[in-house]
């Protein structure tokens, strides 16, 4: 059985950083793109960041680029978003995904997914 769990989620202040983890079971973690979407209320979900399995490409959403680090660290089963000069707008539910082999921006792709963390950014 496949498990995301993520965590790191909580609340802080517009300028401020969070670091998420997603620990991840239940699949060969090398074989599978990892990503990060966000779902803020009454939105849609949207693509975040996404690592490749070996870690080697990433990529990003261009409202987070040059803000947000995805990384991951084969030897932990566990991918990260470190999130850093954080904007209320950034206030979403944060979930991992998981996708068997190439990278994807596309939600409807992922084949797992977590429960989410809450990240909420205030003014």
């Known amino acids: 059985q496949v498990r995301l769990v993520e965590s790191g989620g909580g609340l802080v202040q517009a300028g401020g950083s969070l670091r998420l983890s997603c620990a991840a079971s239940?699949?060969?973690?090398?074989?599978?793109?990892m990503g990060w979407f966000r779902q803020a209320p009454g939105k849609e979900r949207e693509f975040v960041a996404t690592?490749?399995?070996?870690?080697?490409?990433?990529y990003y959403a261009d409202s987070v680029k040059g803000r947000f680090t995805i990384s991951r660290d084969n030897a932990k089963n566990t991918v990260y978003l470190q999130m850093t000069s954080l904007k209320p707008e950034d206030t979403a539910v944060y979930y991992c995904?998981?996708?068997?082999?190439?990278?994807?921006?596309?939600?409807?792709?992922?084949?797992?997914w977590g429960q989410g963390t809450q990240v909420t950014v205030s003014s």
């Open positions: 995904a998981a996708k068997y082999g190439f990278t994807a921006t596309v939600a409807n792709e992922y084949d797992y």
């Open positions: 239940g699949l060969t973690f090398t074989t599978y793109t």
């Open positions: 690592v490749s399995p070996k870690g080697g490409r990433t």
